[in-house]
Every structure is written in structure tokens, then in C-alpha cells.
């Protein structure tokens, strides 16, 4: 087993990150406490013990938070620009070390090597895009109905944004929100799951090397770590204006109250439960490679994993048959050799989850089309590598309408316009991302329309997962509403302040009201 570990270059890509497994847990940029509990990092891989890491104690939590206002207080001077070059280096580090964090992300969260590389590189575009963006975190300036007045708006930073982020992008989601919170102007604390500490420990050092670097304080970028009694502190501290929650919807419910119970802010980033439909006019081999992927890659682990395939009933054979046939020639194993397409599931639980979800829709009357099962004997020793399974099921199954965080696919009929696969699509509580497979510009168009996909994210001809990082990320309903990443998500990062200015030598007061003294 350890020779599994050791001849795909772990221990190596370990050493290249800095990693010496001691004194792991909170940090505050160069300085690391490790006095709470210890949480074990277990790869999925191969069921070994990785590390060790120390979930953050009440005192270590203080200790950061006071560090984080305190080098809050010297950040937000800065000129954005300058803040902007400090993310610039931090994306060089990145491009520097790509190769052992991706493996990192690969060896401690399952995903393909590929998708770990991917999921760097998520970071790196990112810090790039922010960079551009350090020059341009502009308000309007707008006419005053008053002469002689001038009146404009403007952005200053909140303060300490608080990160909670989910396993499945352990790295790329706390890059979307530091590059662009730390151009703003703000310190970050970031809580990465519990389940995969040890890529959040390589992210903070790596972050932290390039602020010293730049001899700048500690507590710009910290790191807490532990499980939801952690995440607890953060989301009812007064401290933290901003809290970003990445994760399940059950979680993103608790996280909201609290936060909105202090009347603070917070960006919720949930659940999917993405379709994508296919129409009459569908190519079918881009509708196969767009819906295998979207299913299957990350063990069907993304937010925006294709959950649900709507096929219109003239063509539902041939797609259904050109899918399963693709299903046919995956190979599922260890996802560090790159001749595998699916690697495990993050742990025994999701297997569980999995399990759960094929004997539900089987008992509601689905049926399975493709047969899923756990795999055991050699290379699948740690008990989380399944098959990827297809049953045909009907909208309405409550299992269909719930998220499983695993390789299941549901597929399903419509029949008539696209209006009917659209009102599947949207008859679900999730609105995260959704597809449609087309040719035809009228369907296109009715899909993208106000009485069309309901989603945060809507494609056409490209599967549901996959985003760019310079459009806004994130969904609508129970998927939170909270936008990421590109376009202008940084202003949720901010606070906007509205300047009015007389240099006259009268007051004249707006609506026309007269106070004369
Ligand atoms: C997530 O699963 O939380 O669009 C994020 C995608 C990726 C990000 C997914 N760029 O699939």
C-alpha cells in the first residue's frame, strides 16, 4: 500500500509543499498552533493515513482572530494595485508548485490527477483575474439633482471574510474567494473540510511564504480547521462581516441563520441537482461525452455534476443506448494513473449515500440500467471505489429530487416541446446548473429565456460542470443565490459607500425642501 503512495510521487509532492507533518492545524500566516483535537487525513486512494491535523481550540481561534483584525487594519491601506501585485506572486507559486498540489488534491480528496492539475490551475486564472481587477474596483459616479453638488460611490473593504469551503474543490473555492477578497482589501480565515485538511495546510503555506516574502503581517491569510463546532465560531462572530459557505444545503440552512442572526453577510455557494436536456436536434456525440463527463468525473462529486438526463422520447433510445455504452468502457480505479476516468468517493459514508440512493429509486419504482456496486480486491482496498450507475426514473421520485454526492445518474423521458423538459428540469428545489443539448436556435433560446432554466448557470451545447472562472458562479434557490469568482462577484467583498459633495456655499436640501433658519 505504501508503495501505491511513494510511486506516485506523494511523499516527494509532500516535501516540495513543505509539508513536515508536525505541528499542523491553525495558522496565522508563518505561525502554527496545534492545540485542539486531531483530525486524521485518509486518502481515499488507498485508505492511508496521510497525516495528522489539529482542529482549532477556542484560544487558537482568538489568537487568530485577533491577528486577522489587527493585519486587517494594514491591509486595507494598501493601494489595490499593490494588493494585486501580492496576488500575482501568490498565482507565480502557484504555477510553481502546480505539479505537487495537484497531485496533493488528487491523493487526499480522490480526483483525478488531471482534475487536481485542473483544480490548480482554477486557482491560478483566478489570481490572474484578480490582478486586472486590483485596478478596477469602481463605483459610478451619477448626476446630483442639486447644483453644485457631486456625488459618486465608492468600494472600501469589510474586513475578516470567513471561508468555509467542501471537499470536493479543496483548493480552487478558497482561491475564488481569497484572490479576490485580498484585492479588496480584506484578511481572510478559511475553514477547509474536515475531510481535507492537508491541501488547506499546503494552500497556507504557500500563501503564507509570499507574505513574508513582502515582510507583510501575519493574519492576512489564516487557517482554522475542525468540523461544523468550528465553522461555529466563525458564523457567530460579529467579527467577521462576510461568511462564504461552501457545502450541502442542510449545512448552507444553519450557516445562514446564524449568520443573518447578526445581521451579518453571507455568499452560499449549495446544493445542485443538474439536468441536462436533450432535445430531438441534439448531436448526440457531443450530448454522450457532455453528459458521461458531467456524471461521472470527480466520482460525480461536483456541485455541478449532472444529476438528471431529460430526453425527449424520440430519440431517448439512441441516446440512452450510446450512453450506456460509453458507461461500458470506464475504468474506475486509482485515480493517480491516468489510463483510469473515476476515482473513489471521498469516504465510507458517500459510499453509503450511494448505496442508498440505488436501492431508494429502485423502491420507487426506477429501474436500473446501468448496475452500480462497490468495488473490492486489489487497488480498491479503501472500500470507496463504486461503479457508476444509470437508472431510468421519474422526476418526481423524492430520491430523484435529492443530491447524491456520487456517480448516479437519473434518466428520463419528456415528450412534446421543450417546455415540458424544462418544467422537469426546474421541478426541483436546486438552481445551480442546468443544459441543453440543441441545434435548434428557437429551443436554444427558449431555454436561456425568462421562462426557461431557472438555474444560476445555463449552457448551451456544453455539459452542466466545468465553469470558468470568469463568469459569476453560483445558483439560485435552496443552491443559496451567492455568486463567485468572475464577472462582478468581487462586490459582495466590499462595502459601497455613497459620496455626495456641496462646494457650493448653500445647502440646498434634496426633494426640493426648504428649511429656512
Ligand atoms: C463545486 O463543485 O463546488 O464548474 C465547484 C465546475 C468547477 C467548479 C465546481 N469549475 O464544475
Given at each position: 500500500?505504501?508503495?501505491?503512495?511513494?510511486?506516485?510521487?506523494?511523499?516527494?509532492?509532500?516535501?516540495?509543499?513543505?509539508?513536515?507533518?508536525?505541528?499542523?492545524?491553525?495558522?496565522?500566516?508563518?505561525?502554527?498552533?496545534?492545540?485542539?483535537?486531531?483530525?486524521?487525513?485518509?486518502?481515499?486512494?488507498?485508505?492511508?493515513?496521510?497525516?495528522?491535523?489539529?482542529?482549532?481550540?477556542?484560544?487558537?481561534?482568538?489568537?487568530?482572530?485577533?491577528?486577522?483584525?489587527?493585519?486587517?487594519?494594514?491591509?486595507?491601506?494598501?493601494?489595490?494595485?499593490?494588493?494585486?501585485?501580492?496576488?500575482?506572486?501568490?498565482?507565480?507559486?502557484?504555477?510553481?508548485?502546480?505539479?505537487?498540489?495537484?497531485?496533493?488534491?488528487?491523493?487526499?480528496?480522490?480526483?483525478?490527477?488531471?482534475?487536481?492539475?485542473?483544480?490548480?490551475?482554477?486557482?491560478?486564472?483566478?489570481?490572474?483575474?484578480?490582478?486586472?481587477?486590483?485596478?478596477?474596483?469602481?463605483?459610478?459616479?451619477?448626476?446630483?439633482?442639486?447644483?453644485?453638488?457631486?456625488?459618486?460611490?465608492?468600494?472600501?473593504?469589510?474586513?475578516?471574510?470567513?471561508?468555509?469551503?467542501?471537499?470536493?474543490?479543496?483548493?480552487?473555492?478558497?482561491?475564488?474567494?481569497?484572490?479576490?477578497?485580498?484585492?479588496?482589501?480584506?484578511?481572510?480565515?478559511?475553514?477547509?473540510?474536515?475531510?481535507?485538511?492537508?491541501?488547506?495546510?499546503?494552500?497556507?503555506?504557500?500563501?503564507?511564504?509570499?507574505?513574508?516574502?513582502?515582510?507583510?503581517?501575519?493574519?492576512?491569510?489564516?487557517?482554522?480547521?475542525?468540523?461544523?463546532?468550528?465553522?461555529?465560531?466563525?458564523?457567530?462572530?460579529?467579527?467577521?462581516?462576510?461568511?462564504?459557505?461552501?457545502?450541502s444545503i442542510r449545512m448552507g440552512k444553519i450557516v445562514a441563520q446564524a449568520v443573518a442572526a447578526r445581521l451579518g453577510k453571507s455568499l452560499l455557494e449549495l446544493g445542485g441537482n443538474n439536468a441536462i436536456i436533450v432535445t430531438p436536434d441534439a448531436d448526440i456525440k457531443m450530448t454522450v461525452i457532455g453528459a458521461v463527463f458531467g456524471a461521472v468525473?470527480?466520482?460525480?462529486?461536483?456541485?455541478?455534476?449532472?444529476?438528471?438526463?431529460?430526453?425527449?422520447?424520440?430519440?431517448?433510445?439512441?441516446?440512452?443506448?450510446?450512453?450506456?455504452?460509453?458507461?461500458?468502457?470506464?475504468?474506475?480505479?486509482?485515480?493517480?494513473?491516468?489510463?483510469?476516468?473515476?476515482?473513489?468517493?471521498?469516504?465510507?459514508?458517500?459510499?453509503?449515500?450511494?448505496?442508498?440512493?440505488?436501492?431508494?429509486?429502485?423502491?420507487?419504482?426506477?429501474?436500473?440500467?446501468?448496475?452500480?456496486?462497490?468495488?473490492?480486491?486489489?487497488?480498491?482496498?479503501?472500500?470507496?471505489?463504486?461503479?457508476?450507475?444509470?437508472?431510468?426514473?421519474?422526476?418526481?421520485?423524492?430520491?430523484?429530487?435529492?443530491?447524491?454526492?456520487?456517480?448516479?445518474?437519473?434518466?428520463?423521458?419528456?415528450?412534446?416541446?421543450?417546455?415540458?423538459?424544462?418544467?422537469?428540469?426546474?421541478?426541483?428545489?436546486?438552481?445551480?446548473?442546468?443544459?441543453?443539448?440543441?441545434?435548434?436556435?428557437?429551443?436554444?433560446?427558449?431555454?436561456?429565456?425568462?421562462?426557461?432554466?431557472?438555474?444560476?448557470?445555463?449552457?448551451?451545447?456544453?455539459?452542466?460542470?466545468?465553469?470558468?472562472?470568469?463568469?459569476?458562479?453560483?445558483?439560485?434557490?435552496?443552491?443559496?443565490?451567492?455568486?463567485?469568482?468572475?464577472?462582478?462577484?468581487?462586490?459582495?467583498?466590499?462595502?459601497?459607500?455613497?459620496?455626495?459633495?456641496?462646494?457650493?456655499?448653500?445647502?440646498?436640501?434634496?426633494?426640493?425642501?426648504?428649511?429656512?433658519?
Amino acid at each position: 500500500m505504501q508503495a501505491t503512495t511513494t510511486s506516485f510521487g506523494i511523499e516527494e509532492a509532500l516535501e516540495q509543499l513543505g509539508i513536515n507533518k508536525t505541528n499542523l492545524g491553525t495558522s496565522t500566516g508563518s505561525e502554527w498552533f496545534s492545540n485542539g483535537e486531531e483530525i486524521s487525513s485518509v486518502s481515499p486512494v488507498d485508505g492511508q493515513l496521510i497525516a495528522k491535523v489539529s482542529t482549532t481550540s477556542k484560544e487558537d481561534y482568538e489568537k487568530v482572530m485577533a491577528s486577522a483584525t489587527s493585519a486587517f487594519k494594514d491591509w486595507r491601506v494598501k493601494p489595490a494595485p499593490q494588493r494585486g501585485e501580492i496576488v500575482r506572486q501568490f498565482g507565480e507559486e502557484l504555477r510553481r508548485l502546480k505539479e505537487p498540489l495537484g497531485k496533493l488534491v488528487s491523493y487526499e480528496m480522490g480526483k483525478s490527477y488531471q482534475e487536481g492539475l485542473g483544480e490548480v490551475q482554477e486557482m491560478i486564472d483566478i489570481c490572474d483575474f484578480a490582478v486586472g481587477l486590483s485596478r478596477q474596483l469602481h463605483g459610478l459616479t451619477m448626476h446630483s439633482e442639486r447644483p453644485g453638488h457631486r456625488m459618486y460611490e465608492q468600494y472600501h473593504p469589510l474586513g475578516v471574510v470567513g471561508i468555509i469551503s467542501a471537499f470536493n474543490f479543496p483548493v480552487a473555492v478558497w482561491a475564488w474567494n481569497t484572490a479576490l477578497a485580498w484585492v479588496c482589501g480584506d484578511v481572510c480565515v478559511w475553514k477547509p473540510s474536515e475531510k481535507t485538511p492537508l491541501t488547506g495546510v499546503a494552500c497556507q503555506k504557500i500563501a503564507a511564504k509570499v507574505f513574508a516574502d513582502n515582510d507583510l503581517p501575519e493574519g492576512i491569510s489564516c487557517l482554522i480547521n475542525g468540523d461544523y463546532k468550528v465553522g461555529e465560531m466563525m458564523t457567530n462572530d460579529k467579527r467577521v462581516p462576510l461568511i462564504s459557505a461552501t457545502g450541502s444545503i442542510r449545512m448552507g440552512k444553519i450557516v445562514a441563520q446564524a449568520v443573518a442572526a447578526r445581521l451579518g453577510k453571507s455568499l452560499l455557494e449549495l446544493g445542485g441537482n443538474n439536468a441536462i436536456i436533450v432535445t430531438p436536434d441534439a448531436d448526440i456525440k457531443m450530448t454522450v461525452i457532455g453528459a458521461v463527463f458531467g456524471a461521472v468525473g470527480t466520482a460525480g462529486q461536483r456541485c455541478t455534476s449532472t444529476r438528471r438526463l431529460i430526453i425527449h422520447e424520440s430519440i431517448y433510445d439512441k441516446v440512452k443506448d450510446a450512453v450506456v455504452a460509453a458507461y461500458n468502457q470506464l475504468r474506475i480505479g486509482n485515480p493517480l494513473d491516468e489510463n483510469n476516468h473515476v476515482g473513489p468517493l471521498i469516504d465510507k459514508d458517500a459510499v453509503k449515500n450511494y448505496q442508498n440512493a440505488l436501492e431508494k429509486v429502485v423502491e420507487e419504482g426506477g429501474k436500473i440500467i446501468v448496475e452500480g456496486g462497490v468495488l473490492e480486491g486489489e487497488g480498491y482496498e479503501s472500500g470507496c471505489y463504486v461503479k457508476p450507475a444509470i437508472a431510468e426514473a421519474e422526476n418526481s421520485y423524492e430520491i430523484v429530487q435529492h443530491e447524491t454526492f456520487g456517480p448516479v445518474l437519473y434518466m428520463m423521458k419528456y415528450s412534446g416541446n421543450v417546455e415540458n423538459a424544462l418544467e422537469l428540469q426546474n421541478g426541483v428545489v436546486q438552481g445551480l446548473s442546468s443544459a441543453i443539448m440543441t441545434n435548434n436556435l428557437r429551443e436554444a433560446e427558449r431555454f436561456l429565456s425568462v421562462q426557461g432554466s431557472d438555474c444560476g448557470i445555463a449552457n448551451v451545447n456544453i455539459g452542466t460542470s466545468g465553469a470558468e472562472i470568469g463568469g459569476a458562479f453560483g445558483g439560485e434557490k435552496e443552491t443559496g443565490g451567492g455568486r463567485e469568482s468572475g464577472s462582478d462577484a468581487w462586490k459582495i467583498y466590499m462595502r459601497r459607500q455613497t459620496n455626495t459633495i456641496n462646494y457650493t456655499t448653500e445647502l440646498p436640501l434634496a426633494q426640493g425642501i426648504k428649511f429656512d433658519l
